[in-house]
């Protein structure tokens, strides 16, 4: 008997331009012609700047423009899980949402996959939801531990973030470096993410005053949006090292920008398993990252980069410094990343992964461990 097709319905808030919402693009690129699957995408409240690659997939999407914190928020929800049974939805896929997701793939009648992106404190509701589903995968390591302190474990996989290789054979990093006004010769300092506080980029300001004064050459470039551009500005401004650091924005070369990296820098006070790392790796480039969540799964300390404690510029700067001025070190730390990349970050291995758990949830057999599923 040929095998059943399996709905799919994928639920997020909207694509927002975040790691979270990169890995539901790569999940979807990859699984989209699977034909084991039926994939339909829902976003909660709005398209959101990320929409257009999600577009170009060529899925179903749908759109509910939910209002924020209303009472009219529960009745998209309501109508969610309506067209939700009447097209007889198979899974759920839950992403940030985790106060609902679950309880809307229940109520649809669906099983319920949620994947928990982050290494943040749960208050009840969270708790109470996520427990409804059948599977939770959490991004790295870390995430799983958080999680598995009110999941039972029977419940919970780790499913690390992953993507595609690269090409890195389309762009030229000297073109890359102009677009931004940085000279060829320059040492490149790259970190990507949204501009909150959680990603501790007035630290990594902080500690990039040192940096320039022992590699006078060295340029940072910051890309993102959010909360904090205007504080941020402030802090470059009144460090005196405007010359030395970007603040273009949103960049949507992120890979490219990544390339022609000498140096990836995270400098959160909190993540999950950031995808910009992967993304790192994928290039082989050498990272710092602070030793917060899933980080130290990529950076390996001594070998594919450096880890630093988090909140703390002085050694944020050391570490930046050491790998700027070490080239040996440079090299080595890039090419152990790039073997680390190959062996355990290749989206095909996450998402034929990620296939598994789908059947295994819908035939209501526990999930068992595979080759991927590194606790």
């Keep these: 008997m040929a095998e059943q097709v399996k709905r799919v319905a994928v639920l997020l808030p909207s694509m927002q331009v975040g790691g979270s919402e990169r890995l539901v693009l790569e999940e979807l690129s990859y699984l989209k012609n699977d034909p084991r699957f039926i994939f339909e995408v829902h976003l909660v409240f709005e398209k959101g700047p990320f929409f257009n690659e999600l577009s170009v997939l060529g899925l179903p999407v749908r759109i509910w423009n939910a209002p924020h914190k209303s009472a009219r928020m529960l009745g998209a929800y309501v ?81 690390s973030n992953a993507i595609h290789k690269p090409d890195n054979t389309r762009f030229c990093r000297k073109d890359v470096l102009r677009k931004f006004g940085i000279r060829e010769e320059s040492k490149l300092v790259v970190s990507l993410g949204r501009l909150a506080r959680l990603k501790g980029y007035d630290l990594l300001i902080e500690a990039f005053r040192q940096v320039v004064t022992a590699v006078p050459d060295a340029v940072l470039l910051i890309g993102g949006e959010g909360e904090e551009r205007g504080r941020l500005n402030t802090l470059v401004e009144s460090a005196g090292i405007g010359e030395s650091i970007r603040l273009p924005g949103i960049v949507r070369e992120a890979h490219e920008v990544i390339a022609s990296c000498d140096l990836y820098v995270n400098s959160s006070r909190w993540e ?88 295994q949830v819908v035939l209501s057999r526990q999930p068992e461990y595979c080759s991927v599923d590194m606790f």
Excluded at 115 to 133: C, E, I, N, P
Excluded at 280 to 304: K, L, Q, Y
């Design 272 to 359: 999950g398993l950031p995808m910009t790392l992967l993304e790192a790796i994928a290039h082989g480039r050498p990272m710092v990252a602070t030793d917060v969540g899933g980080n130290s799964e990529v950076v390996r300390d001594g070998v594919t980069g450096i880890l630093v404690p988090p909140e703390d510029p002085e050694r944020l700067a050391c570490a930046i410094i050491r790998i700027l001025k070490d080239d040996d070190l440079r090299e080595k730390a890039g090419y152990e990343a790039s073997v680390l990349f190959n062996s355990d970050y290749t989206i095909n291995r996450h998402c034929e992964a990620l296939a598994g758990y789908y059947h």
């Design 79 to 159: 109508n969610i899980i309506r067209y939700l049974r009447q097209t007889r939805c198979d899974i759920l896929h839950s992403h940030l949402l985790d106060e609902i997701g679950p309880i809307v793939g229940k109520l649809a009648g669906a099983r319920v996959v949620a994947t928990v992106h982050s290494d943040k404190h749960y208050g009840a509701v969270d708790r109470f939801a996520l427990s409804r589903s059948d599977l939770v995968l959490g991004c790295g390591k870390e995430v799983l531990r958080n999680i598995s302190r009110f999941i039972p474990r029977r419940k919970v996989r780790v499913l």
